[in-house]
């Protein structure tokens, strides 16, 4: 029997470990808890974390050097290539969702220098306002990367500070340069849609379809932000559990107005056709709807073809989000008129890299125009050196999706089967293949090709405990890597609700019928051996039971 168990030091990435690495251990349910609540001094000891959720390594580096350069060392710094966030978080850090951090905005101070051919956009604040901006950095997930840092912190001497009037008209951006890997990886992401389709004739897209993003949620944002100029005065909405940035963002940016529709079972959609309908009665309607297939932690499918079908009857946008289920799995580009996928998980899955896709159908009814739009307003903001570690990573695509399949459904399975044995503390086991949705997922699960015989359900699967303690004790005890990500080389949990929706009650308790419950545990499956993955949930699976046990006599 083996029993793996976190091979890295606390806050370090697992092996191996360099400054692009994006998984941490962060081990401790009520350590997290804490962080989740506003206690951010585990965060400091942390090495290596997901770099969306702060600026790491060679970014906070280079930040440090501009503030320095236009005199405001000591400040807090963060920088970008596009303008539009100077305007995006003097609006985020002042907005109620800020709650007792909010600030006004004219505490920030926005700076514009040029470094090595780069215009960056720097806003900076006093350190004490670090609350205020810490989303500002992740939700729209186009902040400088870790190797465009290091780009840029190698030619620092080139430093110049560029004067400008009015922060409400910045100087104008010069974005970064494509290299080659940038052209080889949209036409990867187009053989990969094209690989093993359902039906050929439907899946007509090229590489000029195909918009390169520095994260997937800076795809969301762009995407977002186009569609509401596109659609302008409706309403932006998620159906279903999505993750919790595409949430944050829709919930505060959405100008025409934001709608949950939080479940995609039969009644849920007719829920949402109903108010579709009403609204178009008021001369209104959606703007876009977005749904991720599967759910994010829900794991569950909605019906793609009625969606569709309310997608063309109504004029929305359909953006279909298979980041979980990931191109080799299933072919959705059909249903969709949008496809967007955050490429740092299975597509790159070695957990060292950012990037984000939306690929356009050229069969969509909003084609032409969208086409033209997105052509238009794209600027490239993914580095080279990223572009040229995500087309590397993805050699080996198909093997590794293979290994996730089967050690996900390993482990699904292997947990399942224990509801309803005496004393276990597993009451659900939410996956594609074991919810009720399957029928959903499968209708659009790809031909077997030499390269991938089975397609499968993903990498993700949530475990839910009949308590808040048994999933504690569950937590604490396994060996997986504790930290936010999934889809990479080694498997990783978090307590996902408890950490991303815990925090609210009133938003807890009405998720809690979704089937998103604190007493919950997200686990991504890595490449480790099935039977070392199984032996590691039966050894945390044991101190759960001693724990429902001990409940029981007391």
């Known amino acids: 029997m083996v029993v793996l168990k976190a091979e890295s030091e606390w806050g370090y990435a697992p092996p191996p470990q360099t400054p692009y690495s994006i998984i941490s251990n962060i081990p401790g349910w009520d350590m997290l808890k804490g962080i989740r609540d506003g206690d951010m001094a585990p965060l400091a000891k942390v090495v290596h974390i997901y770099p969306r959720l702060s600026p790491?390594?060679?970014v906070r580096t280079l930040a440090g050097g501009v503030a320095k350069a236009v005199g405001l060392e000591g400040k807090g710094c963060m920088v970008y290539l596009d303008p539009v966030m100077w305007?995006?978080?003097?609006?985020?850090?002042?907005?109620?969702?800020?709650?007792?951090?909010?600030?006004?905005?004219?505490?920030?101070?926005?700076?514009?220098v040029d470094v090595a051919g780069h215009r960056l956009y720097a806003v900076l604040f006093e350190p004490e306002h670090t609350k205020a901006l810490m989303l500002s950095w992740g939700t729209p997930g186009i902040g400088l990367s870790i190797r465009g840092a290091e780009q840029l912190l190698d030619k620092i001497d080139t430093l110049t500070e560029v004067p400008f009037e009015n922060a409400d008209a910045p100087p104008k951006p010069t974005w970064t340069p494509e290299g080659p890997s940038h052209e080889l990886l949209r036409r990867r992401i187009v053989e990969l849609l094209q690989h093993g389709a359902i039906d050929p004739q439907k899946v007509q897209c090229r590489s000029n379809d195909v918009f390169l993003y520095p994260s997937g949620m800076g795809a969301v944002?762009?995407?977002?932000?186009?569609?509401?100029?596109?659609?302008p005065g409706f309403v932006n909405v998620e159906l279903g559990i999505v993750f919790h940035n595409t949430h944050e963002l829709l919930h505060e940016e959405s100008p025409g107005g934001w709608k949950h529709a939080p479940k995609v079972d039969k009644q849920g959609i007719d829920d949402l056709?109903?108010?579709?309908?009403?609204?178009?009665?008021?001369g209104s309607g959606a703007t876009f709807v977005i749904v991720e297939y599967p759910g994010n932690p829900t794991l569950d499918t909605p019906d793609l073809p009625r969606l569709k079908q309310l997608s063309e009857k109504y004029g929305f946008v359909f953006i279909v989000d298979d980041t979980l289920s990931s191109f080799g799995n299933v072919d959705v580009l059909a249903q969709s008129d949008l496809l967007l996928t955050s490429l740092t998980k299975s597509f790159s899955g070695r957990s060292d890299v950012l990037g984000g896709s939306i690929v356009l159908n050229p069969l969509s009814p909003h084609y032409a125009e969208l086409s033209k739009r997105f052509a238009a307003s794209h600027h490239n903001q993914l580095f080279a050196a990223d572009a040229e570690v995500l087309l590397s990573n993805s050699q080996d695509y198909f093997e590794r999706t293979s290994r996730l399949n089967d050690n996900a459904r390993a482990m699904a399975e292997f947990l399942g089967k224990t509801i309803g044995q005496p004393d276990s503390p597993v009451v659900n086991v939410q996956y594609p293949s074991l919810l009720p949705s399957k029928a959903n997922y499968d209708a659009?699960?790809?031909?077997s090709t030499p390269e991938l015989p089975t397609p499968g359900y993903g990498c993700l699967l949530t475990v839910e405990f009949d308590s808040v303690e048994t999933a504690r004790a569950f937590y604490d005890r396994c060996g997986f890597y504790p930290s936010p990500h999934l889809g990479?080389?080694?498997?990783?949990?978090?307590?996902?609700?408890?950490?991303?929706?815990?925090?609210d009650k009133d938003e807890a308790a009405a998720l809690r019928p979704c089937g998103v419950k604190e007493e919950s545990v997200r686990i991504s499956a890595g490449l480790e051996d099935a039977q070392d993955l199984l032996d590691t949930l039966q050894d945390a699976l044991n101190v759960a039971i001693e724990v429902k046990k001990g409940s029981k006599t007391q």
Request: proline share 1%.
């Open 56 to 58: 790491t390594h060679y």
């Open 488 to 503: 990479g080389h080694v498997t990783i949990m978090l307590a996902y609700n408890m950490f991303m929706f815990g925090k």
């Open 87 to 112: 305007k995006y978080t003097a609006s985020h850090v002042s907005h109620q969702q800020r709650r007792q951090f909010a600030i006004s905005p004219n505490k920030l101070i926005f700076k514009a």
């Open 444 to 447: 659009f699960k790809r031909r």
């Open 221 to 231: 944002f762009t995407a977002k932000n186009l569609l509401q100029e596109y659609r």
């Open 273 to 282: 056709e109903a108010w579709l309908e009403s609204q178009k009665s008021k």
